[in-house]
T-cell receptor, first 117, second 114 residues
Framework: DQQVKQNSPSLSVQEGRISILNCDYT??????FLWYKKYPAEGPTFLIS?????DKNEDGRFTVFLNKSAKHLSLHIVPSQPGDSAVYFC????????????????FGPGTSLSVIP | AAGVIQSPRHLIKEKRETATLKCYPI?????VYWYQQGPGQDPQFLIS???????DKGSIPDRFSAQQFSDYHSELNMSSLELGDSALYFC?????????????FGPGTRLTVL
């Protein structure tokens, strides 16, 4: 049972435009969400996170939006750059005090972003 | 800033040999996670340690074992290696504090079994 879904396996965007990557989840206990970026044969790199007490978190070109009622979050990259081309993973987490199985990162297929120069 | 260190970065072994992968977490991080990424596959969680105790276990073969030491570094021991063990092995660390925490990943160790 997939608790995290990124329904777009790939996305192509022109350089300078906005990239929007979406993520849906089913577990209402998730209260912290992370986005990772991964290049082939390299370790995932932490990008940005958001806790459930917020609906938006911004860090430079990256903004993550959280809609708790819809169990949906999205990552916006503006402006997109060719170096952003990578696979992006949405990774949810349960509260640390619970220490259940979702303190590990569950990797799905992610979304492969290609930014075209 | 200090990152997660993994050693070695590359390792070549023969079938049925043993291998030991090492992970040095970010200073003051108390939790270590191990992941395996096979060719063309997504990273899969293997095992994690919190304050030197095993905290969670995923799809780790019985031939593999791991531990976290008093200095918080961790080692993944792999015995009776099989061709299918060839993969990228990632270690991640986090600090369980304040209710929320972020995992930071190392660069990975590429294991090739011949």
């Amino acid at each position: 049972d997939q608790q995290v879904k990124q329904n777009s396996p790939s996305l192509s965007v022109q350089e300078g435009r906005i990239s929007i990557l979406n993520c849906d989840y089913t577990n209402s206990m998730f209260d912290y969400f992370l986005w990772y970026k991964k290049y082939p044969a390299e370790g995932p790199t932490f990008l940005i996170s958001i806790s459930s007490i917020k609906d938006k978190n911004e860090d430079g070109r990256f903004t993550v939006f959280l809609n708790k009622s819809a169990k949906h979050l999205s990552l916006h990259i503006v402006p997109s750059q060719p170096g952003d081309s990578a696979v992006y993973f949405c990774a949810p987490s349960e509260p640390a005090y619970m220490k259940t199985s979702y303190d590990k990162v569950i990797f799905g297929p992610g979304t492969s972003l290609s930014v075209i120069p | 800033a200090a990152g997660v260190i993994q050693s070695p970065r590359h390792l070549i072994k023969e079938k049925r040999e043993t291998a030991t992968l090492k992970c040095y977490p970010i200073p003051r991080h108390d939790t270590v996670y191990w992941y395996q990424q096979g060719p063309g596959q997504d990273p899969q969680f293997l095992i994690s340690f919190y304050e030197k105790m095993q905290s969670d276990k995923g799809s780790i073969p019985d031939r593999f074992s791991a531990q976290q030491f008093s200095d918080y570094h961790s080692e993944l021991n792999m015995s009776s290696l099989e061709l299918g063990d060839s993969a990228l092995y990632f270690c991640a660390s986090s600090l369980i504090a304040g209710g929320w925490y972020t995992q930071y990943f190392g660069p990975g160790t590429r294991l090739t079994v011949l």
